[in-house]
């Protein structure tokens, strides 16, 4: 199986443009997320979804927004980029395994925000 | 708040065992995960500790210490590979991960 895939690998946005970043897992957890990666801070979480149908807020969601239509996609949209957005990001999923809540990452969008 | 802390960087010798801490301080608590990270590349998951005690898998080990608010991870027998950051995680009374910053590890030959 292929786990989770994101998409696209790397972007380049220039500032006040709108970008969709994808993730797809194909492991039927229930819980999916979208953190970012910044030099220093570690991982931050930006929204989450603990089941289809469902988000919520995490800790910077400022600026995104996410949508859960089904079990499998959860995309992370910028509506307007700036500067501060650049990061790496990273889509993960839990829910495969009771009682451990073991979180699996995609390999990441490395965005670049001019 | 909550908070997470760890070393930023460590520095061993292939071949030697090294310890990393990590103290938590969260809204509730319902276990402790380790982390490894490779340069570019997403976490991959090595361990979850949610009693008092020590989890013993392969030459990687993680201990937990509720009451102290305080986990170590142990690596034996390191290998060039093992270098890379390792990032704990507590997760608190909501099931959310809270993510330190990470060890990044150099291993020296």
């Known amino acids: 199986t292929a786990g989770i895939t994101q998409a696209p690998t790397s972007q380049i946005l220039a500032a006040g443009r709108s970008m969709t970043l994808r993730c797809t897992q194909d492991?039927?957890?229930?819980?999916m997320y979208w953190y970012r990666q910044d030099l220093g801070l570690g991982l931050r979480l930006i929204h989450y979804?603990?089941?289809?149908?469902?988000?919520g807020k995490g800790e910077v969601p400022d600026g995104y927004s996410v949508s859960r239509a089904n079990t499998d996609d959860f995309p992370l949209t910028l509506a307007s980029a700036v500067p501060s957005q650049t990061s790496v990001y990273f889509c993960a999923s839990s829910g495969g395994r009771e009682g451990t809540n073991e979180q699996f990452f995609g390999p990441g969008t490395r965005l670049t925000v001019l | 708040g909550q908070n997470i802390d760890q070393p930023t960087e460590m520095t061993a010798t292939e071949g030697a065992i090294v310890q990393i801490n990590c103290t938590y301080q969260?809204?509730?608590?319902?276990?402790l995960f380790w982390y490894q990270q490779h340069a570019g590349e997403a976490p991959t998951f090595l361990s979850y500790n949610v009693l008092d005690g020590l989890e013993e898998k392969g030459r990687f080990s993680s201990f937990l210490s509720r009451s102290k608010g305080y986990s170590y991870l142990l690596l034996k027998e390191l290998q060039m590979k093992d270098s890379a950051s390792y990032l704990c995680?507590?997760?608190?009374?909501?099931?959310?991960?809270?993510w330190g910053a990470g060890t990044k590890l150099i291993i020296k030959p």
């Open positions: 979804s603990n089941t289809a149908g469902t988000t």
């Open positions: 995680a507590a997760l608190d009374s909501n099931y959310q991960l809270i």
């Open positions: 969260t809204s509730g608590f319902n276990g």
């Open positions: 492991m039927r957890h229930n819980a």
